[in-house]
């Protein structure tokens, strides 16, 4: 890639590290401003015309919407699209997705709750450390799938219906029985 592109990409890259950082200093916000402007119009020298459209040009906007209605990382909807994309991933039946993304939720819900109280239990989704092993990166060649002893499969069924506050009501009137 050419120097002049690289540079004005990675300007338009500091532009948006500084828009998206958590604390913003009011006084430099004319010169950010500015610097998305200047970056702008590097990139109409360099790219065709046909590589602009209204987002490319909504970047200029972006500095006036900081100045009015504070840092954007409080308003922005990224992180609620990669959590929908997650819980779209979770359907499997079409007719109902609802109901699939629901109960594929409560699961993996379930899973989690029940795995801090399993002794010897690996929590799900979170990564192992890097503490007491080497870093070198294992293959996914050759390992076996564990499951779950009946028992413990009862030991968590038994957890999450004592803890659930749905259920003690049933189990309160069955005691006093």
Request: net charge neutral; with cysteine.
């Amino acid at each position: 890639m050419p120097d002049k592109v690289r540079v004005a990409i990675t300007r338009l890259c500091f532009v948006f590290n500084s828009i998206c950082s958590k604390v913003i200093d009011p006084a430099k916000l004319d010169e950010l401003e500015n610097e998305a402007a200047i970056v702008l119009c590097q990139f109409e020298m360099y790219f065709p015309p046909s590589f602009f459209n209204i987002m490319v040009h909504l970047i200029v906007h972006l500095v006036r919407e900081i100045r009015l209605c504070g840092p954007v990382f409080l308003r922005w909807m990224y992180p609620i699209e990669r959590y929908m994309k997650l819980l779209k991933g979770y359907t499997k039946n079409q007719h109902q997705p609802e109901a699939s993304i629901v109960e594929r939720y409560i699961a993996e819900e379930c899973i989690e709750f029940c795995s801090q109280y399993i002794e010897g239990g690996i929590a799900v989704g979170l990564p192992e450390t890097y503490h007491g092993r080497t870093p070198e990166g294992r293959g996914t060649r050759g390992f076996n799938v564990v499951t779950m002893t009946r028992h413990e499969v009862s030991q968590a069924h038994l957890y999450v219906l004592n803890n659930t506050t749905d259920v003690i009501p049933y189990i309160d009137a069955h005691k006093k029985n």
